[in-house]
């Protein structure tokens, strides 16, 4: 089982863990991310924004503006995206930055479940 790097709660309530093993494939697809791991968490705990994923089950993406991406020359929109198993258990799939353009266009499809 990989290591957890840290678990934080959902708006849901839902322990959501971010694991070495995930954090690595972000890094990998994603190396501009690597010194936002904290707004990351952040995107999970106080999202701007939830999507819920439109053909599966408790699938979000949360997305949260940072315009301190910008200055490291990334769009500031930050989305992750994280599942919800259970009541008690959830992990982060992915994580990456998204122009407002392609905010729009990507998650036309989803549901708006959460906007602060």
């Known amino acids: 089982m990989a290591s ?6 959902s708006i849901n309530g839902v322990p ?17 991310l690597k010194d936002f791991q904290d707004q990351i968490i952040l995107t999970v705990e106080r999202p ?3 999507y ?4 599966t089950e408790f699938e979000f993406a949360a997305m ?5 991406l910008r200055e490291k020359g990334l769009a500031e929109n ?5 599942k919800e ?7 982060i799939i992915t994580a990456f930055v998204m122009s407002d353009k392609r905010l729009t266009r990507r998650f036309r499809k ?7």
């Open 4 to 9: 957890i790097i840290i678990t934080i709660k």
């Open 16 to 32: 959501i863990r971010l694991t070495n093993t995930l954090w690595r494939h972000i890094l990998k697809r994603h190396p501009k």
């Open 48 to 50: 701007y924004r939830i």
């Open 52 to 55: 819920s994923a439109p053909e």
């Open 64 to 68: 949260k503006i940072f315009p301190d």
């Open 78 to 82: 930050l989305i992750v995206h994280y």
């Open 85 to 91: 198993l259970s009541k008690k258990d959830g992990f």
């Open 110 to 116: 989803w549901q708006i479940v959460y906007q602060s």
